[in-house]
């Protein structure tokens, strides 16, 4: 006798007909509540491996889990960078943040994150970013913003055609600079001379790597 037969809801899936047995697990022609139809393991929704086609993580997704995982997301993101993680980064990254430090504990940057929750939810994929970049990770040089503007953000101020490498700190003339087209300027914060030795770094780690 069978445990589950067609009509049965599990999850958001509405079991419609046995199809086929795959590594010795029965599938199932199933219906999500939205209406699609998809062909699933019995194993997989009893398990909770498979509660929906896709569209309940999209639609379903609540303010309440949007900002948690901000909050978990970005805490990481902050000590990857420049806290207890940094050991875990690249080290052209550890140079970029060699002296930037986070002056806030995770209650602290956690209630920063509830106290700007109206922007979080307004913003597709919200982001952090230090509003001067020569400064520390501290709530009065920090925004919330769209992670496409962060990513676009000017990072190299350009004065009179001359602007600093990050890397290694000399000003330079506009044109020496590496071109990036997701930046709004279309210079990326790189002079061309440390972007090549930068590249240089990376082949003969790979090589030693082999």
């Known amino acids: 006798m069978y445990k589950y037969h067609s009509g049965n809801k599990i999850h958001n899936w509405t079991l419609i007909e046995r199809t086929k047995r795959v590594n010795g ?3 199932w022609l199933c219906e999500c509540k939205c209406g699609t139809r998809k062909e699933i393991t019995l194993r997989s929704a009893t ?17 309440r889990d949007k900002l948690s995982l901000f909050v978990k997301n970005k805490w ?19 140079k970029t943040y060699e002296n930037i430090n986070i002056k806030f504990n995770r209650d602290e940057f956690k209630r920063w994150c509830i106290d700007n929750k109206d922007i979080i939810y307004k913003l597709k994929r919200p982001s952090i970013d230090r509003i001067n970049n020569n400064l520390d990770y501290f709530f009065e040089n920090m925004q919330i913003i769209e992670l496409s503007e962060n990513i676009r953000k ?25 071109r990036d087209k997701r930046r709004l300027n279309g210079k990326a914060n790189i002079c061309l001379e440390c972007e090549r030795e930068r590249g240089r770094e990376k082949y003969l780690r790979k090589k030693l790597d082999q």
């Open 25 to 27: 697990h029965q599938k």
């Open 47 to 63: 398990k909770g491996e498979s509660t929906s086609c896709g569209c309940s993580t999209i639609k379903g997704q609540n303010k």
């Open 76 to 94: 990481t993101s902050l000590n990857t960078r420049c806290g207890k993680y940094k050991e875990n980064n690249t080290k052209e990254k550890c």
């Open 154 to 178: 000017e990072k190299t101020v350009f004065t009179n055609g001359h602007g600093v490498c990050y890397k290694c700190k000399n000003q330079k003339e506009e044109s020496q600079f590496c």
